[in-house]
């Protein structure tokens, strides 16, 4: 068993074509890191005066700054703009959080006790009165709102590529040069030899998920000369300038343990996806169409959904359970929702994790039982 699995994942790695995508995608990384270099200043300093509750006074002197042209322009710095910004949101954020408690309460008198309404309003009450008010204060951790960006955006491109690279040949090759037959007859040939393809995949998306997780933060770390920022709350994380994306997440996490579980997810979304591409490639003796359709599923949802803001039932469902939405990670903890399960709530991340596991574990039994037909066959 571990020659077939040391076999199939040196198959893997060995190809060409996934050293030469493997090496463009971290140039590509490396421009777009160069695109954007003066945002990489460490202004922990800067911030240190600041973290403290925000008083008027402070609101005023932003103000100010604001209107003072000469002195806040295109040329001021990201790391100035970032902090004048920050303390300018201090206050909306606070007054966000009073209206979300008032809305959800509202609908809570509205709704029919028992019913999956109030159920879904007094959770995210909750939620909500866990996580608390925001502290008024303000927090630098920008080395990991950039990291965390990066993920969400290049990290499910970096991802997809290897895996459709590396994995789309997976059956395909096996068919395509008649090497089916020949293994399938052979005494190891019936469910090792799966079992191996579905290790060696599992190895070789997790290694390329755990090589661009080191290559982020390692280079991040370099940039900004620090990875402040780790034990502030969720709600703060900003890059410079730029809005609060979990502003309103009902999680009351920290920003090192949000990191984790975006990892995790990342990994688990990107495992499911390639074992998805597995699958397809056991149904084609065809490289180019597992690339075609494995591409198609992983970037449609997302460009019909997000790019193109088509507001159709199906199109959304998919988007809402696709494998880039798990890949990315973001989207699954930024706002709260639910689905209902039974009259249950149950919470998005919660769900999306269910669903895929559920599809991957049918995946891997329905590339088993094609191969297995394919055994037949052949």
């Given at each position: 068993m571990?020659?077939?699995?040391?076999?199939?994942?040196?198959?893997?790695?060995?190809?060409?074509?996934?050293?030469?995508?493997?090496?463009?995608l971290?140039?590509?990384?490396?421009?777009?890191?160069?695109?954007r270099?003066?945002?990489?200043?460490?202004?922990?300093?800067?911030?240190?005066?600041?973290?403290?509750?925000?008083?008027?006074?402070?609101?005023?002197?932003?103000l100010?700054?604001?209107?003072d042209?000469?002195r806040?322009?295109?040329?001021?710095?990201?790391?100035?703009?970032?902090?004048?910004?920050?303390?300018?949101?201090?206050?909306s954020m606070?007054?966000?959080?009073?209206?979300?408690?008032?809305?959800?309460?509202?609908?809570?008198?509205?709704?029919?006790?028992?019913?999956?309404?109030?159920k879904?309003?007094?959770?995210?009450?909750?939620?909500?009165?866990?996580?608390?008010?925001?502290?008024g204060?303000?927090?630098?951790?920008?080395?990991?709102?950039?990291m965390?960006?990066?993920?969400d955006?290049?990290?499910?491109?970096?991802?997809g590529?290897?895996?459709?690279?590396?994995?789309?040949?997976?059956?395909?090759?096996?068919y395509?040069?008649?090497?089916?037959?020949?293994?399938l007859?052979s005494?190891?040939?019936?469910?090792?030899l799966?079992?191996?393809?579905?290790?060696?995949?599992i190895?070789?998306?997790?290694?390329?998920?755990?090589?661009?997780?080191?290559?982020?933060?390692?280079v991040?770390?370099?940039?900004?000369?620090?990875?402040?920022?780790?034990?502030?709350?969720?709600?703060?994380?900003?890059?410079?300038?730029?809005?609060?994306?979990?502003?309103?997440?009902?999680?009351?996490?920290?920003?090192?343990q949000?990191?984790a579980i975006?990892?995790?997810?990342?990994?688990?979304?990107?495992?499911?996806?390639?074992?998805?591409?597995?699958?397809?490639?056991?149904l084609?003796?065809?490289?180019?169409?597992?690339?075609?359709?494995?591409?198609?599923?992983?970037?449609?949802?997302?460009?019909?959904?997000?790019?193109?803001?088509?507001q159709?039932?199906?199109?959304?469902w998919?988007?809402?359970?696709?494998?880039?939405?798990?890949?990315r990670v973001?989207?699954?903890?930024?706002?709260?929702q639910?689905?209902?399960?039974?009259?249950?709530?149950?919470?998005?991340?919660?769900?999306a994790?269910?669903v895929?596991?559920?599809?991957?574990?049918?995946?891997?039994?329905?590339?088993?039982?094609?191969?297995?037909?394919?055994?037949?066959?052949a």
């Amino acid at each position: 068993m571990m020659d077939l699995l040391k076999h199939e994942l040196f198959k893997i790695i060995s190809r060409k074509s996934v050293l030469i995508v493997a090496v463009l995608l971290l140039l590509t990384y490396g421009l777009f890191i160069a695109s954007r270099s003066d945002h990489y200043h460490n202004a922990s300093q800067e911030y240190k005066p600041y973290e403290r509750v925000i008083t008027e006074a402070d609101r005023e002197m932003v103000l100010k700054v604001f209107e003072d042209e000469e002195r806040y322009n295109k040329d001021t710095p990201p790391s100035e703009r970032g902090l004048l910004q920050d303390i300018w949101d201090i206050q909306s954020m606070q007054a966000g959080y009073e209206r979300q408690l008032e809305e959800i309460r509202a609908q809570l008198d509205r709704s029919v006790l028992g019913s999956y309404e109030y159920k879904q309003h007094a959770l995210h009450e909750q939620l909500l009165l866990e996580k608390g008010p925001p502290s008024g204060q303000v927090y630098y951790n920008k080395p990991w709102a950039y990291m965390i960006d990066m993920i969400d955006q290049f990290g499910v491109a970096f991802m997809g590529a290897m895996i459709l690279i590396g994995l789309a040949s997976l059956y395909s090759e096996e068919y395509s040069t008649g090497m089916d037959s020949l293994l399938l007859s052979s005494r190891k040939g019936k469910g090792k030899l799966i079992t191996a393809k579905c290790c060696a995949a599992i190895i070789y998306t997790s290694s390329c998920c755990f090589l661009f997780a080191l290559i982020n933060i390692v280079v991040h770390a370099l940039l900004f000369g620090n990875l402040d920022g780790a034990n502030t709350p969720l709600y703060s994380l900003s890059k410079y300038g730029d809005s609060h994306p979990f502003g309103t997440s009902p999680y009351s996490l920290m920003v090192g343990q949000y990191y984790a579980i975006q990892l995790g997810v990342h990994l688990v979304g990107s495992v499911a996806f390639g074992l998805a591409v597995m699958f397809i490639s056991s149904l084609s003796a065809s490289s180019f169409v597992t690339l075609f359709v494995s591409g198609c599923i992983l970037g449609v949802p997302y460009l019909l959904n997000d790019l193109f803001n088509m507001q159709i039932q199906v199109i959304e469902w998919l988007s809402f359970y696709s494998y880039s939405q798990l890949m990315r990670v973001t989207r699954l903890f930024n706002y709260f929702q639910t689905v209902n399960l039974g009259n249950i709530p149950v919470l998005y991340p919660v769900a999306a994790l269910s669903v895929i596991t559920v599809v991957t574990g049918l995946l891997v039994w329905g590339t088993r039982l094609v191969f297995r037909k394919h055994q037949v066959s052949a």
